[in-house]
C-alpha cells in the first residue's frame, strides 16, 4: 500500500506544470517504499527524458533490458530517443506508439542518426541480448540497399525454417510510406507494390522457392531444409501476392500449400483472407470453416468462421459455430450478450441490415450501446474498492478510459451503424409501415379483394411465428428448469418493433452529437453530423460538419460529394434567422476555396487528373459532381475514373462496384 500510494502521489506531482524535477527527485527519495521497481524505472526514464537529461535516461532504459524487458518495444523507443537526444515532443509521441513501432518507424531519421542507432544494436546489444528478437529486428526498420537485403535474407531463412506463420505480417511492417514528416504503414495495394523493400522481399521468396524445389535447401545453403520449409515459402509468396492486390496469383499459390499440407490451420485462414478481399465472402466462409473442421478447439478460427459467415448473411450458421464455445445450457445468442461480446453483435446487426431485418438489427446496436453504458456505471462501483485496497494507480487509468469511452471503435460503430439505419428509415418512411393496411378506398373491387387477402395471409403468418416463438420459449424454459439451471429472462420485443416506433431524426441526432463530442478524430462522425443536419434542416451545423471534416481529410471522396450536395441545400429557404444565412453565405466561399461551384470541381478534376495518387473514391466523387454541375462533360467524367485502370490507388471490389455502378449512370 504504501508503494502505490507513494507511486500515486509521483504522478500527481508529475501531472502539475513545470514540475518534472520535483516529481524526479520524489522517485529517488520514495525508492525504497516502492515494490514496483519496473515502474519505478519506466516512470524515472520518462522524467529524465523529458528534462534532457539523455545520459541518465540511457543508463535508466538499460538497466529495464537488463531486467528482461528486451522484447518490450516502448523500452526500446525510450533507449533510441535517449541515444538521439529527442526533443520532448518526440520522446511523448514514440512512447505511445504500440506494436512492433518505434522511433525508427515513426519519423524519417537521417543518415547520422541511423548509423548511430545501428552501431548500438548490432554490436553492444546484439552481444548483450543474443536471443532477443527485438534487437534482432529492430535494425532491419533502419537499414537500406544491399545491408538490408542481407539483413532480411538472414531473417527470412530462420523464419521459414522454423515455419512462423506471421513471418508476412512482420515483414510488411516495414513498408513504410512517409506522410507529413511522418511514417505511416503502407496500406494501399498500390503503395505496397510501388515499395522497393515489397521487390526486395518478393525476390528473396522467389529465389528460396526455386532453390528449395530443386535442391531442397536455400540459395547457397549448406544443409537440406525439412519438406515443410517450401510449404512456407509458398504461403510467404501468397501472402505478398494478397497485400499486392493480386489475388489470382495469391489464391493459386496457396492453394498449392493446402496441396502439400492439407491439414494446416493457417493455410485455410489465408485463403479465406485471399477470398473476402477478391469480393467472395461465402467461398471465404466456407473456406475457414473447412479450416475450423481441422481443430475444433482453437476459439480463434472458430471466432474468424463466425465472423465471415455474418458477413456472408449466414447468421444461423455463425450461430451454431460460435455457440461451440459458450455454455450448453440456454439461449447462446443471450449469453453472449452477457458476457459483452460486441464484436458478434456488431456484426449481426450490419448482417441483418443487409437483409433489411430493420428491427432486429437496431436491437442487436442498442445491445452494444448497453455495453458502454454498464461500463460507464460501474466506474462507480471501483471507488471504494480501490480505495480500500490502494490501487489507486489502476483506478486513475479506469477513470482515463471511462473519459474517451464513447469514443472508442466499437461504441462509434454501433452508434453510426444505428445513425444510418434511422436515416434510411427516414428517408424511406414505406419501411416501416408494411404492416398497415393500405387504402382500399382507391382500389378496385378486385384489387380490394386481393389485397384483403394478401393481409390476411401475413396475419396469419405473423401469428404463426410468434406462436412457434412463444413454444419454444417455453420449451427453453423447461428444460433449463428440469437441469435446474436459473431461467433465462424473457425478451417482450425480440424483434426490435418498439426500435421501429422511435423518431428515427430524433435518434440518430442523439447518436451523432454523442460522437461529435466524443470522437471528433473520426471523418465518419462528422460525415453523420452532415447527414443529420442537413435533414434536420440545420445548415450552419451541417456547414461545420463540413469544415471539420475537411481539416481531418481534405481528399475524402464522401466528403467531397457533400460539398457538392452542400450549395443545394444551402439555399435562403431552409432558413429562417437571418443571422444565421449572414454566417453561412460569408463562410460559403472558403467552403469552395472563393470559387464558383462549377470552377471548384473543374479545379478538383484538374488536380485528380495530374495527380496519379488520387484514390478512385474520390475520382468517383468529382466524377459525378462534374456531371451534376455541368461543370464538363460525361465522357471527362468517365475518363477520370478509368483513367490509372485497376492499378489506381483505392482500388478493391466494392470501389470498383461503385465506379461500374457509376458508369453505368453515365450510360
Same mark, same amino acid.
Given at each position: 500500500?504504501?508503494?502505490?500510494?507513494?507511486?500515486?502521489?509521483?504522478?500527481?506531482?508529475?501531472?502539475?506544470?513545470?514540475?518534472?524535477?520535483?516529481?524526479?527527485?520524489?522517485?529517488?527519495?520514495?525508492?525504497?517504499?516502492?515494490?514496483?521497481?519496473?515502474?519505478?524505472?519506466?516512470?524515472?526514464?520518462?522524467?529524465?527524458?523529458?528534462?534532457?537529461?539523455?545520459?541518465?535516461?540511457?543508463?535508466?532504459?538499460?538497466?529495464?533490458?537488463?531486467?528482461?524487458?528486451?522484447?518490450?518495444?516502448?523500452?526500446?523507443?525510450?533507449?533510441?530517443? @535517449?541515444?538521439?537526444?529527442?526533443?520532448?515532443?518526440?520522446?511523448?509521441?514514440?512512447?505511445?506508439?504500440?506494436?512492433?513501432?518505434?522511433?525508427?518507424?515513426?519519423?524519417?531519421?537521417?543518415?547520422?542518426?541511423?548509423?548511430?542507432?545501428?552501431?548500438?544494436?548490432?554490436?553492444?546489444?546484439?552481444?548483450?541480448?543474443?536471443?532477443?528478437?527485438?534487437?534482432?529486428?529492430?535494425?532491419?526498420?533502419?537499414?537500406?540497399?544491399?545491408?538490408?537485403?542481407?539483413?532480411?535474407?538472414?531473417?527470412?531463412?530462420?523464419?521459414?525454417?522454423?515455419?512462423?506463420?506471421?513471418?508476412?505480417?512482420?515483414?510488411?511492417?516495414?513498408?513504410?510510406?512517409? $506522410?507529413?514528416?511522418?511514417?505511416?504503414?503502407?496500406?494501399?495495394?498500390?503503395?505496397?507494390?510501388?515499395?522497393?523493400?515489397?521487390?526486395?522481399?518478393?525476390?528473396?521468396? %522467389?529465389?528460396?522457392?526455386?532453390?528449395?524445389?530443386?535442391?531442397?535447401?536455400?540459395?547457397?545453403?549448406?544443409?537440406? %531444409?525439412?519438406?515443410?520449409?517450401?510449404?512456407?515459402?509458398?504461403?510467404?509468396?501468397?501472402?505478398?501476392?494478397?497485400?499486392?492486390?493480386?489475388?489470382?496469383?495469391?489464391?493459386?499459390?496457396?492453394?498449392?500449400?493446402?496441396?502439400?499440407?492439407?491439414?494446416?490451420?493457417?493455410?485455410?485462414?489465408?485463403?479465406?483472407?485471399?477470398?473476402?478481399?477478391?469480393?467472395?465472402?461465402?467461398?471465404?466462409?466456407?473456406?475457414?470453416?473447412?479450416?475450423?473442421?481441422?481443430?475444433?478447439?482453437?476459439?480463434?478460427?472458430?471466432?474468424?468462421?463466425?465472423?465471415?459467415?455474418?458477413?456472408?448473411?449466414? $447468421?444461423?450458421?455463425?450461430?451454431?459455430?460460435?455457440?461451440?464455445?459458450?455454455?450448453?445450457?440456454?439461449?447462446? %445468442?443471450?449469453?453472449?450478450?452477457?458476457?459483452?461480446?460486441?464484436?458478434?453483435?456488431?456484426?449481426?446487426?450490419?448482417?441483418?441490415?443487409?437483409?433489411?431485418?430493420?428491427?432486429?438489427?437496431?436491437?442487436?446496436?442498442?445491445?452494444?450501446?448497453?455495453?458502454?453504458?454498464?461500463?460507464?456505471?460501474?466506474?462507480?462501483?471501483?471507488?471504494?474498492?480501490?480505495?480500500?485496497?490502494?490501487?489507486?494507480?489502476?483506478?486513475?487509468?479506469?477513470?482515463?478510459?471511462?473519459?474517451?469511452?464513447?469514443?472508442?471503435?466499437?461504441?462509434?460503430?454501433? @452508434?453510426?451503424?444505428?445513425?444510418?439505419?434511422?436515416?434510411?428509415?427516414?428517408?424511406?418512411?414505406?419501411?416501416?409501415?408494411?404492416? $398497415?393496411?393500405?387504402?382500399?378506398? @382507391?382500389?378496385?373491387?378486385?384489387?380490394?379483394?386481393?389485397?384483403?387477402?394478401?393481409?390476411?395471409?401475413?396475419?396469419?403468418?405473423?401469428?404463426?411465428? #410468434?406462436? %412457434?416463438?412463444?413454444?419454444?420459449?417455453?420449451?427453453?424454459?423447461?428444460?433449463?428448469? #428440469?437441469?435446474?439451471?436459473?431461467?433465462?429472462?424473457?425478451?417482450?420485443?425480440?424483434?426490435?418493433?418498439?426500435?421501429?416506433?422511435?423518431?428515427?431524426?430524433?435518434?440518430?441526432?442523439?447518436?451523432?452529437?454523442?460522437?461529435?463530442?466524443?470522437?471528433?478524430?473520426?471523418?465518419?462522425?462528422?460525415?453523420?453530423?452532415?447527414?443529420?443536419?442537413?435533414?434536420?434542416?440545420?445548415?450552419?451545423?451541417?456547414?461545420?460538419?463540413?469544415?471539420?471534416?475537411?481539416?481531418?481529410?481534405?481528399?475524402?471522396?464522401?466528403?467531397?460529394?457533400?460539398?457538392?450536395?452542400?450549395?443545394?441545400?444551402?439555399?435562403?429557404?431552409?432558413?429562417?434567422?437571418?443571422?444565421?444565412?449572414?454566417?453561412?453565405?460569408? $463562410?460559403?466561399?472558403?467552403?469552395?476555396?472563393?470559387?464558383?461551384?462549377?470552377?471548384?470541381?473543374?479545379?478538383?478534376?484538374?488536380?485528380?487528373?495530374?495527380?496519379?495518387?488520387?484514390?478512385?473514391?474520390?475520382?468517383?466523387?468529382?466524377?459525378?459532381?462534374?456531371? #451534376?454541375?455541368?461543370?464538363?462533360?460525361?465522357?471527362?467524367?468517365?475518363?477520370?475514373?478509368?483513367?490509372?485502370?485497376?492499378?489506381?490507388?483505392?482500388?478493391?471490389?466494392?470501389?470498383?462496384?461503385?465506379?461500374?455502378?457509376?458508369?453505368?449512370?453515365?450510360?
Amino acid at each position: 500500500e504504501s508503494s502505490e500510494l507513494a507511486m500515486y502521489k509521483n504522478r500527481l506531482l508529475s501531472e502539475m506544470p513545470d514540475n518534472l524535477q520535483v516529481a524526479l527527485d520524489h522517485l529517488d527519495e520514495c525508492k525504497k517504499v516502492v515494490v514496483d521497481e519496473t515502474a519505478w524505472l519506466m516512470t524515472k526514464g520518462t522524467y529524465q527524458l523529458r528534462l534532457g537529461r539523455y545520459e541518465d535516461a540511457q543508463q535508466t532504459f538499460m538497466s529495464l533490458l537488463k531486467r528482461g524487458l528486451t522484447e518490450d518495444y516502448r523500452v526500446h523507443s525510450g533507449y533510441m530517443c @535517449a541515444l538521439l537526444e529527442a526533443d520532448d515532443e518526440t520522446c511523448q509521441a514514440a512512447a505511445k506508439l504500440k506494436g512492433t513501432r518505434t522511433l525508427a518507424t515513426m519519423k524519417p531519421l537521417t543518415g547520422d542518426q541511423r548509423q548511430a542507432l545501428l552501431n548500438i544494436y548490432q554490436g553492444s546489444l546484439a552481444e548483450r541480448f543474443p536471443r532477443s528478437a527485438a534487437v534482432r529486428r529492430i535494425p532491419l526498420t533502419l537499414l537500406e540497399g544491399e545491408e538490408l537485403k542481407a539483413a532480411i535474407n538472414v531473417y527470412c531463412r530462420k523464419g521459414l525454417s522454423k515455419g512462423v506463420p506471421s513471418l508476412g505480417c512482420d515483414l510488411s511492417a516495414l513498408l513504410l510510406v512517409e $506522410e507529413d514528416g511522418k511514417y505511416a504503414p503502407a496500406t494501399d495495394p498500390s503503395d505496397v507494390r510501388a515499395h522497393p523493400t515489397t521487390a526486395m522481399i518478393t525476390n528473396l521468396v %522467389e529465389s528460396y522457392i526455386t532453390s528449395l524445389s530443386s535442391e531442397s535447401k536455400f540459395p547457397n545453403g549448406e544443409s537440406s %531444409e525439412s519438406p515443410s520449409t517450401i510449404m512456407w515459402a509458398w504461403y510467404l509468396r501468397a501472402y505478398l501476392h494478397e497485400i499486392c492486390g493480386e489475388y489470382s496469383a495469391g489464391l493459386a499459390m496457396v492453394d498449392k500449400c493446402i496441396e502439400h499440407t492439407p491439414t494446416g490451420v493457417d493455410l485455410y485462414e489465408l485463403k479465406g483472407q485471399i477470398l473476402k478481399a477478391s469480393g467472395d465472402i461465402e467461398a471465404a466462409a466456407e473456406c475457414l470453416d473447412a479450416g475450423r473442421d481441422l481443430d475444433k478447439q482453437d476459439r480463434y478460427i472458430n471466432n474468424q468462421t463466425t465472423k465471415y459467415m455474418l458477413q456472408a448473411n449466414k $447468421e444461423d450458421v455463425a450461430l451454431e459455430r460460435i455457440a461451440l464455445f459458450v455454455k450448453h445450457e440456454g439461449n447462446p %445468442e443471450q449469453m453472449l450478450s452477457d458476457m459483452q461480446c460486441s464484436w458478434y453483435e456488431l456484426e449481426l446487426a450490419e448482417c441483418l441490415r443487409r437483409k433489411s431485418e430493420w428491427g432486429k438489427s437496431l436491437k442487436n446496436f442498442t445491445s452494444v450501446v448497453k455495453h458502454f453504458e454498464d461500463w460507464h456505471e460501474d466506474q462507480f462501483d471501483f471507488h471504494s474498492y480501490c480505495i480500500r485496497k490502494g490501487t489507486l494507480r489502476a483506478y486513475a487509468d479506469v477513470l482515463r478510459f471511462e473519459d474517451e469511452l464513447w469514443g472508442l471503435d466499437n461504441f462509434a460503430r454501433a @452508434a453510426e451503424g444505428m445513425s444510418r439505419l434511422y436515416i434510411h428509415l427516414y428517408d424511406n418512411p414505406s419501411l416501416t409501415k408494411e404492416d $398497415e393496411e393500405p387504402d382500399y378506398s @382507391a382500389m378496385t373491387a378486385a384489387e380490394r379483394k386481393r389485397a384483403k387477402a394478401i393481409a390476411r395471409k401475413k396475419k396469419k403468418a405473423a401469428e404463426k411465428k #410468434k406462436e %412457434e416463438e412463444m413454444a419454444a420459449a417455453e420449451a427453453a424454459a423447461k428444460a433449463n428448469q #428440469k437441469k435446474g439451471t436459473k431461467p433465462a429472462a424473457v425478451d417482450e420485443d425480440p424483434n426490435g418493433e418498439a426500435l421501429l416506433k422511435q423518431d428515427p431524426l430524433e435518434e440518430a441526432k442523439k447518436f451523432s452529437a454523442i460522437l461529435s463530442r466524443h470522437a471528433p478524430f473520426r471523418l465518419s462522425t462528422w460525415l453523420l453530423q452532415y447527414d443529420v443536419a442537413i435533414r434536420r434542416k440545420k445548415t450552419l451545423l451541417a456547414m461545420q460538419a463540413l469544415f471539420k471534416g475537411r481539416a481531418l481529410d481534405p481528399k475524402n471522396g464522401e466528403l467531397f460529394t457533400r460539398i457538392v450536395d452542400f450549395a443545394d441545400k444551402a439555399s435562403p429557404e431552409d432558413d429562417s434567422h437571418d443571422a444565421v444565412q449572414e454566417i453561412i453565405q460569408g $463562410e460559403l466561399p472558403n467552403l469552395y476555396d472563393g470559387k464558383e461551384l462549377s470552377q471548384y470541381v473543374q479545379d478538383a478534376a484538374a488536380g485528380a487528373e495530374s495527380d496519379a495518387s488520387t484514390n478512385l473514391t474520390l475520382r468517383i466523387a468529382i466524377a459525378k459532381a462534374i456531371v #451534376k454541375t455541368k461543370s464538363g462533360s460525361t465522357s471527362d467524367a468517365a475518363n477520370l475514373i478509368v483513367d490509372q485502370g485497376i492499378d489506381g490507388r483505392g482500388v478493391s471490389v466494392e470501389t470498383a462496384k461503385a465506379a461500374l455502378a457509376c458508369l453505368k449512370e453515365f450510360g
